[in-house]
């Protein structure tokens, strides 16, 4: 790369992790400073963070990790809460509040996660988009203190990181909760990485399941599931845990404490595998919650966008529903898409979904997956009435009511809804709660959310119900304008240091892309192998999404044992057509855009 860019200062809504103390670059001169740019809602930015861990802590001399937080829901924008999201994930670097995309603009970002890489004299000397860059980056970083380690330019040293100081509460961001048999409660303190029995209160801790460290067994769990009985017996454990981070799921024998791995190499998914796999070789990813269904365990796979199916007597696992696309689409199931899919509930013949990304509430009959409230990736608000003009903000847990109705844990807006299918409406339950993400009915009837940001299990008051015509929301995510007519899509990828294309497999290479609405494209829509493509786009169409997914298969160069490496992402673009709008729309992948 020949560009000399230098990178943009750092402003932003106030710091994290800090002491207190707002960090230039001007004052980080001599260290390579690595931004990542992520939302906390969002999943592939969850991932990215657990990817950069192992970096921070190889380079914490020379490199300094800084989070820009740069919201896509409103909630988001709250710094309060974005304080609670750098504890909950255990974010070990400084972040800055970038409430109004401003650095976002700066730096020229179109994705959840986008990293871009200063070296030590402040130019900006990389960019690239997604997960799956930690080992490129480690070799770019070994490259960076080479040079400058030569030129006298970079100073090694500690970082600016301050750790806050640590909380004291009964849970620490509790995910997902169920009643066992006897009335006792069991939760996932997923801060705590653990499983938590209570009381039948939930005040009272009766039994701690894990050592509670990160990786020992459990990294941050959410989802759990009582297998129906004559299955527990069989295969030798009670309870299903979806350990998300660890990108896992494990069995807990509720008498000995026993916990089994079950599924998951522990590797994140990087490629779809046709059919059945065995279940601890499969690669998965960050699943969320799972949920007994159509004879089998379904697991929300958040982290691509899919249902899955686990068979715990044959110990297989393969796709139930999604193709990895990041959107709202409908129909019979396995082809259909999702987004970010977070909590599950079965009610009669129906598998209800908390689709977080886009803020709907989906459902499953039938092998047809079918979208009670909910618009698409970037709508999201706090509206009653009709269902086709509710509005959620990022929900993460559902719990079916034996009426057939559905509570509805609406994260992001503090509050507990209820969609009655009879009436095909939505009203507010209860609001004014901290991040609830999960609901739980019990047994005798009483209704308990499991309110994360608050650190505890409440009691939802009986007869509670509040009619809201709150706010509609569209994503504050700044959207590309791009011209009508035709328009050269770029997705620009760079092998990283030590690498190139590899196509032992097939084309090194490929792009998918579609558009809501469909309209918005006249042509290019479509998989090629090619990461440059011309589209048409329709001038009769004012505004829409690019549905963008690229991606690139390397391997090292001059190793006897190669290792390879497959980079992806989804892109979701938000345009704008113009009649004297850029006839380009670059995307990168991996490298810098120096058109």
């Known amino acids: 790369m020949t560009a000399r860019v230098r990178a943009p200062e750092l402003r932003g809504h106030g710091w994290l992790n800090t002491g207190g103390k707002d960090l230039t670059l001007s004052g980080l001169r001599g260290?390579?400073?690595?931004?990542?740019?992520?939302?906390?809602?969002?999943?592939?930015?969850?991932?990215?963070?657990?990817?950069?861990?192992?970096?921070?802590?190889?380079?914490?001399?020379?490199?300094?990790i800084i989070g820009v937080h740069s919201p896509k829901f409103v909630h988001e924008q709250n710094h309060e809460a974005l304080a609670a999201a750098v504890e909950r994930y255990g974010v070990r670097h400084p972040v800055i509040d970038d409430a109004d995309m401003h650095l976002w603009r700066q730096y020229a970002a179109k994705a959840w996660p986008t990293l871009a890489v200063i070296d030590p004299t402040g130019y900006l000397v990389a960019s690239m988009a997604g997960e799956g860059h930690a080992e490129g980056l480690s070799r770019l970083v070994d490259e960076l203190i080479a040079?400058?380690?030569?030129?006298?330019?970079?100073?090694?040293?500690n970082g600016p990181y301050v750790p806050p100081a640590p909380a004291d509460t009964l849970l620490r961001f509790p995910g997902k909760a169920v009643e066992l048999p006897g009335g006792n409660l069991l939760?996932?303190?997923?801060?705590?990485?653990?499983?938590?029995?209570?009381?039948?209160?939930?005040?009272?801790?009766v039994r701690r399941y894990g050592s509670g460290e990160r990786g020992a067994p459990f990294s941050e769990p959410q989802g759990l599931?009582?297998?129906p009985p004559a299955v527990a017996a069989e295969v030798g454990y009670?309870?299903?845990?979806?350990?998300?981070?660890?990108?896992?799921?494990?069995?807990?024998?509720?008498?000995?404490?026993?916990?089994?791995?079950?599924a998951g190499s522990g590797r994140p998914w990087r490629s779809a595998v046709e059919g059945t796999q065995p279940a601890l070789a499969a690669d998965l990813s960050s699943p969320w919650d799972v949920a007994w269904y159509d004879g089998k365990v379904?697991?929300?796979m958040a982290g691509i966008h899919e249902l899955w199916w686990f068979d715990p007597t044959a110990g297989t696992v393969g796709v139930y529903a999604g193709t990895t696309v990041e959107s709202l689409r409908d129909g019979p199931i396995p082809d259909v898409w999702m987004a970010q899919p977070s909590g599950l509930s079965v009610g009669g013949d129906r598998l209800w979904i908390a689709d977080s990304e886009t803020s709907a509430l989906r459902y499953i009959e039938a092998g047809v997956l079918h979208?009670?409230?909910?618009q698409g990736l970037f709508d999201f608000g706090h509206v009653d009435g009709p269902a086709k003009e509710a509005l959620f903000q990022h929900p993460l847990g559902v719990a079916a009511l034996p009426d057939g109705s559905v509570l509805v844990a609406d994260t992001y807006n503090g509050a507990v809804r209820r969609y009655d299918p009879a009436t095909d409406s939505v009203s507010t339950v209860d609001s004014g709660l901290a991040e609830p993400s999960d609901v739980l009915v019990t047994a005798s009837g009483e209704v308990f959310v499991v309110e994360s940001a608050g650190h505890r299990l409440t009691r939802l008051a009986p007869g509670i119900v509040k009619t809201v015509t709150g706010e509609r929301h569209k994503t504050e995510r700044p959207p590309s304008e791009i011209a009508s007519g035709p328009l050269t899509l770029d997705v620009i990828f760079t092998p990283a240091p030590g690498q190139k294309l590899d196509a032992q497999f097939g084309p090194s290479t490929r792009l998918e892309v579609s558009a809501a609405p469909p309209e918005l494209l006249l042509e290019g829509a479509g998989v090629t192998t090619d990461l440059s493509r011309p589209l048409v786009i329709n001038p009769a169409v004012p505004?829409?999404?690019?549905?963008?997914?690229?991606q690139a298969a390397t391997c090292d160069v001059d190793e006897e044992f190669p290792a390879c490496h497959l980079t992806r992402q989804d892109w979701g673009v938000p345009v704008v057509v113009t009649p004297d709008g850029p006839s380009r729309l670059p995307l990168i992948l991996r490298g810098m855009d120096e058109g």
């Not at 400058?148 to 040293?157: E, I, K, P, Q, V």
């Open 31 to 64: 260290k390579i400073v690595l931004l990542d740019f992520w939302t906390y809602g969002c999943i592939n930015c969850l991932h990215v963070l657990d990817e950069l861990r192992p970096l921070e802590q190889k380079y914490g001399d020379a490199l300094v």
């Open 187 to 205: 939760v996932s303190d997923s801060a705590r990485h653990s499983i938590v029995e209570l009381t039948p209160d939930g005040e009272t801790i």
């Open 298 to 300: 379904i697991v929300a």
């Open 543 to 550: 505004k829409g999404i690019l549905q963008v997914i690229a």
């Open 371 to 374: 979208t009670a409230v909910g």
């Open 147 to 157: 040079k400058h380690a030569a030129d006298g330019t970079l100073h090694r040293g």
């Open 238 to 262: 009670d309870v299903v845990v979806a350990d998300t981070v660890n990108h896992q799921l494990r069995g807990l024998t509720l008498g000995s404490g026993e916990i089994t791995l079950v």
């Open 225 to 227: 599931l009582l297998l």
